[in-house]
């Protein structure tokens, strides 16, 4: 049996959160690579903005409906960083297994069923153009039928890190990317005897891809190479103590998921109104989803780093020390969210030539949203690694409830008091993103340096 990292819960901080943190994020950033590439190869072979858009569109939709899965994987991640705080791996094998069965029983029986059915109206809510719909409806249909693979790979590498072992993870996220990316071009393109799918090959691959890291790294737990372990006896019921435990945690943390991609969603509707919606959805696809994802994935893993550390240590009763480490996971995300910028301030049209955008409406709006980003992925990296740690310590509740006032209230409610007063724009929409931003970190500062925690049980 692999054994508890004993560094991560003392020695130096900076090195803790270095050596837990890089993998995750380098995870991050190579999982976020197929996306990029998805967009890349629609770009150059189906040529048509349209296409890009509908990739983000449907993208956007499925993580929705989804991203509420999260509540249970935010869940078990807590407890078990906490139980491996305290060395206590029987706890950790009863908290994966269930949250294992419970996911697979709602995708397979909940999820897939609705979201094939549901997929034509949620696109209609968002406002697509028929040309956008055209492309987006057989992705997103896909991405509900086959998305088990999806959210048992996000579940056993958010399992993986939490435990202390974020290297494992990343040798899979490698291999499946570098399928993901096989496959889309095989998919997308048409390569062989496959025809060509466009759009709807990027879902495919997508799904398929992670298959072989999923078996790989069951097969370790049960060879007993990582820390994990699976309990001694199986059973097909689920336990309900446990998964209240897991859902108490992590509801408010899918909840807000959920409001984020809510948020994200109705920018497209926004988005969708305006003249030119449709290159405006392209240029907002690019570049939020994408380009902007190298802030994103790397500061969404700073925030698991985050989260891990502040669980072990509170486990092993160093809260404080929890603390520090935290600061240190947002000043590294801060550091690499001014790089990107000043690269993406500077050379726009360099990125967006990387997606074959040539139209010039795309190219004006991207360039100036670009450049918003380029401030506003400060602010997002200090608060995501300030919100790592809320969740870590299990105060999941706080960061919903700032999701809330800034993803719904401050971010909807600036695009409508533009659109009330008829000056909704692309500018004014970028202006929000911003402001929104801005305000989550101001929100989440506050709340973290008056937290107070204790450890959790089940």
Known sequence: MKPFDEELVSGSIVRSVWKLSWPIVLMNLINGIHGMVDQVLVGHYVQEHEANAAIGVAWNLFLLIVVSLASLFHGMGVLIAQYAGRRDREAMAVVLYQTILCTLYLVLFVVAPLGYLCSPLLLRLVNAPPDVQHYALPY????????VPLSMNFLL????????????????????TILNVIFSAVFIVGLGPFPAMGPAGAALGTCLAPIPGIIIALALILKGRLILQFPKEWSLKPDFDVVR?????????????????????????YIGGLDHGGAAMASYTICYAQLFSFVTWASLGLRGASAALMGQNIGAGKTDRG????????????????????????LPEVFLGIFNLQDPMVVTFGTALLRYLAISGIFLSAALALTGGLIGAGDTQKPMWIAIVTQIIIL?????????????????????????????????????RRAKWKPLVF
Request: aromatic share 12%; glycine share 10%.
């Open 140 to 147: 997103l249909r896909i991405m509900f039928l086959f998305g």
């Open 245 to 269: 435990s897991i859902t108490r945690i992590g509801i408010p943390t899918g909840i807000n998921g959920v409001v984020l991609n809510i948020g994200g969603i109705w920018l497209y509707r």
């Open 323 to 346: 603390r520090r480490g935290v600061h240190v996971a947002a000043l590294m995300g801060t550091t690499w969210a001014v790089i990107w910028g000043i690269a993406v301030w500077n």
């Open 412 to 448: 909807l409610g600036v695009c409508q008091l533009y659109a009330a007063f008829d000056r909704l724009s692309a500018n004014a929409i970028w202006q929000a993103i911003l402001i929104s931003h801005f305000s989550r970190y101001v929100l989440t500062h506050i709340v973290f």
């Open 157 to 176: 590498g958010t399992a993986m890190q939490t435990s202390g072992d974020p290297k494992t993870p990343l040798k899979l996220v490698v291999l499946s």
